[in-house]
């Protein structure tokens, strides 16, 4: 403490060492830090997080067997006449619904956990950057939601119908409720990322990692990588595959057009800005 004052007597008794002394900087180490504030609303902002997702399971776990039930019935209107799920494992016709109903209510609280972080981030970020980043997130979480429901309605009747057509004679298909969610999920989240194409594209050309003039010549290598990201993503039938690649391919030239409307617009605006 002696030394401490000596150093603040010599500081305040020379005006040069106390002008350049820093009397504004916020001290990260102290409570009312910048750092300190900022890991303290993030900690509050993943807690509301979780809470959410905590108030949505709880409310939703009661139901869990119908909401598998509602999961399972395309495959449950594919199998033969006679024919069921079964449950190889002990634990699995309790542990595969909540398994479930944890995930579903992940998919229901997700604005509200998107809503937390964009509250966070959102400060850092100038006025442009937030109309920008506003319509690129809705935008993202509807068409994942799209890409899940359009799996869902469109691609399991069509997949599931054509695997039990399939069954050689003299097979039972008689699919494991574990496998079947597993395997279901997988196909969510390859359709709901899929569907994210036109929020890449658009976020692609305005970062200025490529223009939308690339991206057109390149158009012909988009569809060969799409096709194979179709066969990798996709059980091994072409009838998926193709369910796949059309609307990736349909939503990539949608991301193309935005991309461009808006490669236009900066384009317009940079000569009026650099004029001013």
């Known amino acids: 403490m ?17 002008a350049a002394a820093p009397t504004d900087v916020p001290v990260t180490g102290e409570p009312g830090g910048t750092l300190i504030s900022h890991l303290i609303e993030l900690r509050n902002r993943i807690m509301k997080a979780i809470l959410a997702v905590i108030v949505v399971f709880l409310a939703l776990v009661y139901f869990a067997n119908d909401i598998y039930t509602m999961l399972a019935s395309p495959l449950l209107a594919a199998l033969p006449k006679g024919a069921t799920m079964i449950a190889t494992e002990v634990a699995s016709p309790f542990l595969t619904p909540i398994r479930l109903t944890a995930l579903a209510s992940l998919v229901v609280a997700m604005p ?11 400060p850092g970020l100038y006025r442009h950057e937030k109309r920008l980043a506003i319509p690129l997130l809705v935008s993202s979480v509807l068409l994942f939601y799209a890409g899940m429901a359009f799996a869902y309605f469109v691609v399991f009747p069509a997949v599931f119908g054509f695997l039990a057509g399939t069954t050689p004679v003299g097979v039972t298909m ?10 279901v999920l997988s196909l969510f989240f390859a ?5 994210e194409v036109p ?9 200025g990692v ?3 003039e690339t991206l057109s ?7 060969v990588g799409i096709f194979v990201a179709a066969a990798i993503l996709t059980p091994p039938d072409v009838l ?27 384009e317009q605006s940079s000569p009026e800005s650099a004029g001013e």
């Open 191 to 195: 359709f709901g990322f899929a569907f």
């Open 2 to 18: 002696a030394k401490r004052r000596k150093r603040n007597v010599k500081r305040d008794a020379d005006p040069a060492l106390s």
């Open 210 to 212: 490529v223009n939308p």
């Open 174 to 183: 008689m699919t494991d409720i574990k496998a079947y969610l597993d395997f």
């Open 199 to 207: 929020v890449a594209v658009v976020i692609l050309v305005v970062m």
């Open 112 to 122: 509200v956990v998107l809503y937390q972080i964009w509250a966070f981030i959102a």
């Open 217 to 223: 010549e390149k158009r012909s290598y988009v569809i």
């Open 240 to 266: 998926s595959q193709l369910l796949l690649a059309g609307p990736m391919w349909l939503l990539y030239e949608i991301g193309l057009l935005v991309a461009r409307r808006l490669h236009r617009v900066r």
